[in-house]
């Protein structure tokens, strides 16, 4: 058994494949563990057996005004894998829907009002994130690649902000030390990113008459940071 273990949250099987691949890559191991949290409920054993949890993207949205009694499960199932992480028994790493499960956890707002295209970014580190085991050596600012509809308003009750955007103000924050959110997807190369997109073509998250521009766009992106930041999360907590 691996030391960590990638929880994914999406309902489309390759693409869900192809994101643990990423992971698999950034966080620099040669073995890691998957659960699909989609088909099979959280096991206490998984979190115990564990000491980082990685958590990929999905098209769900906690903002969703209607969320299906799986969607309910699943969301209840990454709330015991946050509080498990801010106890320090886990580290844990949420990324995109992962991070408005954890702000709404803890009593923060998440609305529609900042959405992102499919693109490379920048984004800018926050004083915190100096001193920040995983943030600190990325310097000032990181290019990142982001794909999302919803996001959290501002930092929730007990967070720290570790870095921030122009267009979305919360990309990234910690709670006590072993937990991270990142609004931004840190597991994709430029090659993945582009890939991912023929899954969610019609999904919203970008213009699909454009798809072909879209894709060379970034196709031609230099995003490195994403896969640091998961290597030191490797380093630091497995």
């Known amino acids: 058994m691996a030391s960590l273990l990638y929880i994914s949250v999406r309902p489309e099987l390759a693409a869900a494949d192809a994101e643990y691949a990423s992971f698999r890559r950034g966080l620099g191991v040669d073995e890691l563990d998957r659960l699909d949290l989609m088909a099979t409920p959280l096991d206490a054993e998984a979190i115990d057996a564990h000491r980082g949890i990685v958590i990929g993207g999905s098209p769900l949205n906690v903002t969703d005004p209607a969320p299906t009694a799986l969607q309910r499960r699943v969301e209840s199932d990454l709330e015991r894998i946050a509080a498990a992480a801010i106890d320090g028994h ?19 707002t998440v609305t529609l ?24 050596p990325s310097g000032p600012e ?6 999302h509809k919803e996001s ?4 929730p009750p007990g967070a720290e902000l570790l870095a921030i955007g122009e267009a979305c103000p919360v990309q990234a924050y910690r709670v006590g030390t072993h937990l991270y959110a990142t609004q931004f997807h840190p597991e994709p190369s430029p090659a993945d990113f582009a890939e991912r997109m023929t899954f969610y073509r ?17 196709l031609a992106s ?8 998961l290597f030191r999360f490797a380093a630091t907590f497995a």
């Not at 019609?202 to 970034?218: I, L, M, P, S």
């Not at 230099?222 to 930041?229: H, I, K, N, W």
């Open 152 to 155: 959290a308003t501002e930092v």
């Open 202 to 218: 019609t999904k919203g998250y970008f213009d699909a008459n454009a798809f072909d521009a879209v894709q060379q766009r970034v």
């Open 90 to 108: 886990i580290a844990a790493l949420f990324t995109c829907y992962g991070i408005g499960v954890v702000t709404r956890m803890l009593g923060g």
């Open 222 to 229: 230099t995003v490195t940071e994403g896969e640091a930041l």
């Open 142 to 147: 990181l290019t990142v690649f982001t794909a």
């Open 113 to 136: 009002e900042h959405p992102e295209s499919t693109a490379a970014v920048k984004i800018r580190a926050t004083p915190a994130a100096r001193q920040d085991p995983l943030f600190g």
